[in-house]
């Protein structure tokens, strides 16, 4: 029974091969890709008629694109460490928000050292679930995570300071 099931597959894929080669081979090619240099060739006809905005402050257009393509960076100064491995889930300054935006990681913003380390602890041990933050500690020594829980309990007052 197996053997008439996988020789009816064969047969019936052979078949599809067959016929979509004798149509034109629509993704080599063919009618399909007549359509797509159609396409090609308007987009370069409107891109070629439409001239580029006059703008007086070209230079404070370009800084504030770069600013909003890399998103809010912290007002103070974070790690590199806390910038590669934290930041894209916790905020550039462990808000838990990127442009008004909640982020997948919670805020850390002003949790104590302690309760940090624990959790990072908690995490690396498996006792919290949850396997990004898991795989992120698993190659971190005790130190590290004391590095780390004592950088982001420092953010509030960071701010405190800028803020004044």
Same mark, same amino acid.
Not at 110 to 134: H, V, W
């Given at each position: ?9 064969? *047969?019936? *894929? ?25 396409? /090609? ?17 070209? @230079?404070?257009? /370009? ?14 100064? *974070? ?21 008004g935006k909640k982020l997948m990681g919670p805020g850390l913003f002003?949790?104590? @050292? ?9 995490? /690396? ?8 933050? /898991?795989?992120?500690?698993i190659n971190l020594s005790e130190e590290d995570l004391k590095e780390?829980?004592? @950088? ?10 800028? @803020?004044?």
């Open positions: 029974m197996k053997n008439i099931i996988a020789i009816i597959s064969t *047969v019936i *894929v052979l078949g599809l091969m067959g016929y979509t080669f004798n149509n034109g081979r629509a993704f080599q090619g063919g009618e399909a890709g007549n359509i797509i240099e159609d396409i /090609k060739v308007s987009n370069n006809q409107v891109q070629m008629n439409t001239q580029p905005p006059q703008n007086d402050n070209i @230079e404070e257009d /370009k800084i504030r694109a770069l600013r909003n393509k890399a998103g809010n960076t912290a007002s103070f100064e *974070v790690s590199n460490n806390y910038r590669s491995k934290c930041a894209s889930c916790h905020g550039a300054d462990g808000s838990g928000l990127q442009n002003g949790q104590s @050292e302690e309760k940090l380390y624990k959790d990072l602890i908690d995490f /690396k041990a498996g006792r919290k679930e949850n396997l990004i933050m /898991k795989g992120l500690l780390y829980a004592k @950088e982001i309990a420092q953010f509030k007052a960071k701010k405190d300071a800028l @803020e004044k």
